[in-house]
């Protein structure tokens, strides 16, 4: 760029300096330039990194709330009581598959979802299901029910046999017996 001589000598010790372009100074001039060649700007524009940013964003959003949803179906967080949970019967039938077992399990409020159950069930190796009555703790993780559910029946609950004729005291000691 070049300055007017005519401002120069002013008296106002450059103060005033007006500037004029020079036609052959300036981004337009070096893009038009034969001699000159500008590097091309190869960064991204930042319209594309915000969308790429919000797509990744967005993604990963997704991503933590389905992880978040599946934690809550196989560890529900009403699981954590207060005191020792109390266990309830639930009885498998003969002939019962696992869609309504799981179903059953649901209803009755041991699972909060059946198909998670299954899906869950599947992915573990699947369930042998026997007939009988297993003691099953409501909102247990899902992995605890599968075992239980797993084991034969006889060796979640114990037979006790009272014959007929024994007092309250009797019955008190076979228990006792029994269990300890």
């Known amino acids: 760029m070049t300055r007017k001589h005519d401002d120069r000598n002013n008296g106002?010790?450059?103060?005033?300096?007006?500037?004029?372009?020079?036609?052959?100074?300036?981004?337009?001039?070096?893009?038009?330039?034969?001699?000159?060649?500008?590097?091309?700007?190869?960064?991204?524009?930042?319209?594309?990194?915000?969308?790429?940013?919000?797509?990744?964003?967005?993604?990963?959003?997704?991503?933590?709330?389905?992880?978040?949803w599946y934690l809550r179906q196989v560890n529900p967080p009403d699981s954590v009581t207060s005191g020792k949970p109390i266990a309830t019967n639930f009885t498998v039938n003969l002939g019962d598959s696992l869609i309504s077992v799981s179903k059953r399990l649901e209803q009755e409020g041991f699972i909060v979802n059946a198909s998670v159950f299954r899906w869950y069930a599947d992915r573990k190796g699947g369930i042998d299901l026997q007939p009988g009555y297993f003691a099953l703790i409501k909102h247990e993780h899902i992995g605890n029910i599968m075992k239980k559910l797993s084991k034969s029946p006889s060796i979640t609950f114990t037979k006790v046999t009272f014959p007929e004729g024994f007092a309250i005291k009797q019955i008190a000691q076979r228990i006792i017996a029994k269990f300890l």
């Open 12 to 68: 106002d010790n450059g103060k005033n300096e007006k500037w004029i372009e020079d036609p052959w100074d300036g981004p337009d001039a070096w893009r038009n330039s034969e001699f000159e060649t500008q590097p091309l700007d190869l960064r991204p524009d930042s319209r594309t990194v915000l969308i790429a940013l919000a797509v990744v964003m967005t993604v990963l959003l997704s991503v933590g709330a389905t992880g978040m």
